[in-house]
């Protein structure tokens, strides 16, 4: 009996350290974990503005753009500021070329390091846009998986969902 508890507790060891590296594990009440289908569509309505803005617009939801999900279509909280919005400005679109690893669901891609102003995965390199750095405070950047998808409203831009969280900031390729 007093081996048996002893192997017990050896395994506790082993395990417990791996099981805390993800914490607050199965995100947020947005989706966090099953990505979106696609990509917003781009925005037609009137823009809303960045001033003290509050994306937890419903209890237990984020105040950071996410992606809330009724079952039949995901909404993209966040990205409704139109083509004009002065903070996704760029003057030189995709000045580093275009990501060609492949978006949406299909490819998870596995952050390997970094932060908010250069992170890497499968060899391609990003930067999260300046506007959009706090709402990445939670980001894993070694060890999150993200979906990137295409921004149809903000030239030059990607949309960076973080698979844990169920949140997305805007990224820029900066290359492989």
Not at 123 to 135: K, L, R, T
């Amino acid at each position: 009996m007093k081996a048996y508890f002893s192997i017990l507790a050896l395994a506790l060891v082993v395990t417990l350290p791996a099981m805390a590296q993800h914490p607050g594990g199965g995100g947020h009440p947005t989706g966090g974990g099953t990505p979106p289908a696609r990509a917003p569509e781009a925005f037609h309505g009137t823009p809303q503005t960045h001033d003290d803005r509050n994306y937890s617009h419903a209890s237990g939801h984020p105040n950071v753009p996410h992606v809330d999900r009724d079952g039949k279509r995901d909404n993209w909280v966040g990205h409704d500021t139109g083509k004009d919005d002065p903070h996704y400005h760029m003057d030189h679109p995709f000045e580093h070329g275009r990501f060609t690893g492949g978006f949406g669901p299909s490819h998870r891609w596995h952050l390997g390091g970094g932060g908010p102003g250069r992170f890497w995965f499968g060899g391609f390199y990003f930067s999260v846009a300046p506007y959009d750095v706090g709402f990445c405070d939670d980001w894993l950047w070694d060890s999150d998986d993200v979906i990137i998808y295409d921004d149809p409203d903000h030239i030059g831009w990607y949309l960076a969902y973080n698979v844990r969280l169920g949140t997305y900031a805007h990224v820029e390729y900066l290359g492989a």
